[in-house]
């Protein structure tokens, strides 16, 4: 039961960022770089010295392949076991602090943050490569 309870736990983090990261892939705002200029932007959730980091377009288009990528591709390194999973858990913590700092959801931080553990006994316990 515990080994299913930690596998839906699991299952459920990795859908929310490959739901997320695949619905940034098709839109085109995102792909064009703009979407964390368009984010950013608004008041209600980022600091105005945060937003005009954004601003720049170069900066734009990297800050938004990065999250596209990492919410595609980080969960994949749950497979490499224990290295790959700290690498992930790094990721996904500093991930995840830049949205609470940046956008001002410091609650939001704490539902993902608070599944690694799990992720992190499972990828030791199923390590593919």
């Known amino acids: 039961v515990k080994l299913v309870a930690a596998g839906f736990i699991a299952a459920q983090l990795i859908l929310s960022y490959f739901t997320s990261g695949i619905a940034k892939l098709v839109s085109p705002v995102w792909r064009a ?4 200029q368009l984010i950013t932007r608004m008041a209600s959730y980022c600091p105005p010295n945060i937003a005009c980091f954004f601003v720049n377009a170069k900066i734009s288009f990297v800050a938004c392949c990065a999250v596209i990528w990492f919410e595609i591709l980080g969960p994949f390194l749950l497979l490499f076991g224990q290295t790959g999973a700290i690498i992930f858990i790094a990721m ?3 991930f ?5 700092i940046s956008m001002g959801l410091t609650t939001f931080v704490f539902s993902f943050i608070a599944t690694y553990p799990i992720i992190y ?7 593919f490569f």
Do not use: P
């Open 92 to 94: 996904g913590t500093l």
């Open 121 to 127: 006994e499972l990828a030791l316990k199923f390590r």
């Open 96 to 100: 995840h602090v830049g949205i609470a």
């Open 33 to 36: 770089g703009s979407g964390m």
